[in-house]
């Protein structure tokens, strides 16, 4: 069974633009979650979506956002791009979204703003 | 808001060696879970915990669920190089308001003495 995907694995922006990354979970999973990996503020949750509703937000500002698609798969979209935006972006996937679901991760978009 | 604190922040083993490390919070967490990264990945889950003073193992890996909600240890038993990396601890906060979402503790990197 294959894993979480996430395309790109890297990619380079200037401040100012925008960036879409995208995600395919495991199949049959339909809970996708979002997470920020830096190395001053370790590993924070951005968002969830479960059948194509978000679900959950955490603290951080509109520029970022993210939809689902109805085949499950997801894409998350950072406006106005600051310096501070670069990092590891990952995103999980679950089953059904209950409690007792394990969480899988995938390998991470790399963000580098210049 | 919820916070995890992780301990020890680093450490170095020697092959053969076991291993500690902690995370506590002052919040109650319904899952605990533990997750290795190794450079360039995303995380791997090694242990879920889903029941206050749980242990379970996976391997030479054993990992608890204390008994408050508010904690959980792992162990590493017998150490071997391929041990080396960073390990996180992660707990969900349960209630439907939180859907899926995961606060992860900031790490402990394990390295290899020489």
């Known amino acids: 069974k294959a894993g979480v995907t996430q395309t790109p694995r890297y990619l380079i922006k200037t401040r100012g633009q925008q960036v879409t990354l995208s995600c395919s979970p495991i199949?049959?999973?339909?809970?996708v979650s979002w997470y920020q990996q830096t190395p001053g503020q370790g590993l924070q949750f951005l968002f969830e979506?479960?059948?194509?509703?978000?679900?959950n937000k955490g603290n951080f500002p509109g520029r970022f956002s993210g939809r689902q698609f109805s085949n499950s798969r997801s894409e998350m979209n950072v406006s106005t791009l600051e310096l501070g935006d670069s990092a590891l972006y990952l995103c999980?996937?679950?089953?059904?979204?209950?409690?007792?679901?394990?969480?899988?991760f995938g390998p991470g978009t790399r963000l580098t703003v210049l | 808001g919820q916070q995890l604190n992780q301990s020890p922040q680093s450490m170095f083993i020697q092959e053969g060696e076991d291993v500690s490390m902690n995370c506590t919070s002052s919040?109650?967490?319904?899952?605990w879970l533990w997750y290795k990264q190794d450079p360039g990945e995303g995380p791997v889950l090694l242990i879920a915990?889903?029941?206050?003073?749980e242990l379970t193992s996976n391997g030479r890996l054993t990992a608890q669920f204390g008994i408050t909600r508010k904690d959980s240890f792992l162990n590493i038993s017998a150490s071997i190089p391929s041990d080396v990396g960073i390990y996180f601890c992660?707990?969900?906060?349960?209630?439907?308001?939180?859907?899926?979402?995961?606060?992860f503790g900031a790490g402990t990197i394990l390295r290899v003495k020489s």
């Open positions: 999980a996937s679950r089953r059904q979204g209950l409690d007792t679901d394990t969480q899988y």
């Open positions: 199949s049959g999973h339909r809970s």
């Open positions: 979506y479960f059948s194509e509703t978000q679900r």
């Open positions: 919040s109650i967490f319904n899952t």
């Open positions: 915990l889903y029941k206050a003073g």
């Open positions: 992660a707990g969900q906060p349960g209630g439907m308001e939180y859907g899926n979402k995961l606060v």
